[in-house]
């Protein structure tokens, strides 16, 4: 149980280019996901936390309007990076949990985005 | 601001020892703590979860729990080759339970 599926696992485009990537948790409902930066050599960064059917709740320093944000249904959320630059390369990995919020989060494959 | 540590290591032990991981948080109202491994170039998975004080034992892996010390372990038993790898400490954040801090992970190496 408690898989979480992300599309797509690797991107390489140019810059100036809008990608979207997908999560789903396939065996359960998540009303929450949790979307996640990861560069070189360093920890996860939480970019954002998304609430199905509101808006998503950003960290600070995470431009929302450059980073997209919606979870239309309860098993799936999407990140969108638009007008996306070479500083935005990075691993991008999205989380949902199973229950209640002291149970663990389980993360996708992740998405290394590549700009040109 | 929240903090989770971790000594980045790299830490290494002969296969077949035992590995131990510290982890300390600055929040003293957290109260749910986990421990995930991280491959190189992938995802973290989860190994454990701890929420009280003590030990909780999972095949080869132990957790260790002391909130009085805000301070949470991980040992591997008869280390192998394939443990080599980033392991991150994850600590609710208390104030907001929605979120998880992760610690910067410490890398380890299992000699063969």
């Known amino acids: 149980g408690a898989v979480v599926s992300q599309h797509p696992s690797r991107v390489i485009c140019k810059s100036g280019t809008s990608v979207k990537i997908e999560c789903r948790s396939l065996?359960?409902?998540?009303?929450?996901m949790f979307w996640y930066r990861q560069f070189p050599k360093q920890s996860l960064m939480l970019m954002a936390t998304?609430?199905?059917?509101?808006?998503?709740?950003?960290e600070q320093g995470v431009e929302k309007d450059k980073f997209l944000i919606n979870h239309a249904s309860l098993t799936l959320s999407t990140l969108t990076v638009t007008s996306a630059h070479p500083e935005d390369s990075s691993f991008y990995i999205c989380s949902a949990r199973v229950g209640g919020d002291n149970q663990p989060q389980h993360f996708g494959d992740g998405t290394r985005l590549s700009i040109l | 601001q929240k903090e989770v540590e971790q000594n980045s290591g790299p830490l290494s032990v002969p296969e077949g020892a035992i590995a131990s991981l510290n982890c300390t948080y600055s929040?003293?109202?957290?109260?749910?703590f986990f421990w995930y491994r991280q491959y190189s170039g992938k995802s973290p998975e989860l190994i454990m979860s701890?929420?009280?004080?003590g030990d909780k034992e999972d095949g080869r892996f132990t957790a260790q729990l002391n909130k009085a010390s805000q301070y949470v372990s991980l040992l591997i038993r008869d280390s192998q080759p394939s443990d080599s790898a980033t392991y991150l400490c994850a600590v609710n954040t208390g104030t907001s339970y929605d979120k998880v801090i992760f610690g910067p992970g410490t890398s380890l190496s299992v000699i063969p």
């Open positions: 929040d003293r109202v957290s109260q749910s």
């Open positions: 998304s609430n199905e059917g509101s808006k998503a709740t950003y």
């Open positions: 065996d359960f409902q998540a009303t929450t």
């Open positions: 701890i929420y009280s004080n």
